[in-house]
């Protein structure tokens, strides 16, 4: 008896349905988003606790800067229930509290030292091709600012919120040339002197004269009597 050697056809599986839409066509349909007006940077975050009534109660301390990378920056402090909240808070308070950072060329007009709490932060101009001298909280602040150029010393406490917070001061203190004591002054057109008038010139002459001639003849007659 042979045996049968055909081989059984394979049953017509239904073709896969082409994709339509998905996560990578919508990422490529996306238009190019828009540059932030400012640049958010998270430089500090802590645990911090309450004791209450029932034991510890856990919360979050965002410290944020925020600059636009031209002459604007601002710092917060916020907490919250969690990181994000934390963080979201901070960055509203750093916003609302900006600073505006007086500029000569590339770097400050001159140096200045301020001391915060138990923080103490320097700055001073620097030369061409220096770049940013500073390190930790310091740098971190005058990275979103946009100063190409800068000395920075930091003594004192090791506080971040307090080396933050002496930072901004000193870049606050920060006076433009044009407002300096012996800053040179414009030169403005000179007022010429306005023009007497005829009437107060012809008042002023013959009235003295006469008045002194009348009293001095009366007098004069008076002393040959």
């Known amino acids: ?21 998905g996560r990578r066509d919508n990422r490529r349909e996306q238009g190019p988003q828009e540059p932030k007006q400012f640049e958010e940077l998270v430089i500090n975050i802590d645990r911090v606790s309450r004791v209450v009534k029932g034991g510890r109660r856990f919360r979050f301390k965002a410290l944020v800067v925020v600059g636009d990378r031209k002459t604007k920056v601002g710092i917060g402090v916020s907490k919250g229930a969690d990181v994000q909240a934390a963080i979201a808070k901070a960055t509203d308070v750093a916003k609302k509290h900006m600073v505006t950072i007086a500029m000569s060329g590339d ?24 770049g940013i001298i500073a390190g930790g909280v310091v740098r971190s602040i005058i990275g979103v600012t946009g100063i190409p150029k800068l000395l920075t010393k930091s003594l004192g406490s090791t ?61 004069a007659k008076k002393e040959a009597k």
């Open 159 to 219: 506080n971040k919120v307090n080396i933050a917070y002496a930072t901004i001061e000193a870049l606050k203190s920060v006076v433009p040339k044009d407002e300096w004591l012996n800053a040179p002054k414009k030169s403005a057109t000179p007022k010429k002197p306005a023009a007497k008038s005829a009437e107060t010139k012809e008042a002023a002459k013959p009235v003295a004269k006469s008045a002194t001639k009348k009293a001095a003849k009366p007098a």
């Open 107 to 130: 770097t400050i007009p001159h140096d200045a030292e301020v001391r915060f709490s138990g923080a103490q932060v320097m700055i001073k101009p620097a030369a061409p091709g220096t």
């Open 1 to 21: 008896m042979a045996e049968d050697t055909t081989t059984p056809t394979p049953a017509p599986t239904a073709s896969r349905p082409a994709r339509s839409g």
